[in-house]
């Protein structure tokens, strides 16, 4: 899914795929597949600049080296254990939606190997931040785990995704979006740890609360009534 895909591609079509995912993302935002494809496109520098930092922390170096994939086969487990973990929190997260974890688009645009597992994996550990951030799957919680996002990774793509996201939004939305996610958001984003440098398969077994705590994790807050 990682190597075989990829599609090498000229600067003039790198900016053709971005642009016209762009547009097509911003008419569709459910388009997981657009919006995939603008990361890649737009966001090789900022996945360069995490694979170096994945390189200087000892588990993420062994990130790099085992390459785990969240995956069924390979996350199944998560379902098993006790509730009070953050792999059952995990597993909660996505039975109560219905989610699977095979669901990702496949690295198709990455020049290498490498970048191209940091961009599966940045895709893939979306939902293990939504588990820890608390953060619902509406327009609103997708909005808001973007900025937390772009503070991580720099991608232009999460930043395009909060306007285009903020733009669908009534003005009860955008009211509570500005005033209760947002400035939330900036604060999390920044005093967590650096979330790609986690091998959050090994910390399945671990207490939600705790792993929170070691990661400087700050859940978003329960928004006013």
């Avoid at 059952?88 to 688009?105: E, H, L, Q, T, V």
């Avoid at 003005?171 to 604060?187: D, I, M, N």
Wanted: aromatic share 10%.
């Amino acid at each position: 899914m990682i190597v075989g895909a990829r599609t090498p591609l000229k600067r003039w079509q790198q900016a053709a795929v971005a642009v016209g995912s762009a547009v097509g993302a911003l008419l569709n935002p459910r388009r997981a597949d657009l919006i995939a494809a603008l990361g890649e496109t737009t966001g090789k520098p900022s996945f360069e600049r995490v694979l170096e930092r994945m390189k200087r922390s000892p588990e993420g170096r062994a990130v790099l080296l085992e390459r785990p994939r969240v995956i069924s086969t390979e996350v199944g487990h998560a379902w098993d254990l006790p509730p009070n973990t953050f792999g059952a929190a995990y597993a909660n997260f996505m039975g109560s939606r219905n989610f699977s974890p095979d669901d990702r688009p496949p690295v198709r645009f990455m020049d290498t190997d490498e970048l191209a597992y940091v961009a599966m994996r940045a895709r893939e550990v979306h939902d293990f931040w939504h588990t820890l951030f608390d953060l619902p799957t509406n327009l609103i919680g997708e909005s808001a785990l973007k900025v937390i996002e772009f503070e991580q990774m720099y991608l232009p793509m999460c930043m395009l995704s909060v306007v285009g996201g903020t733009a669908r939004f009534n003005e009860k939305q955008r009211k509570l979006f500005f005033q209760h996610y947002f400035p939330w958001a900036l604060r999390a984003g920044l005093q967590c740890t650096d979330l790609m440098c986690i091998y959050y398969e090994q910390h399945f077994h671990e207490d939600l609360e705790d792993v929170r705590r070691k990661w400087g994790i700050l859940p978003a807050p329960v928004p006013p009534t």
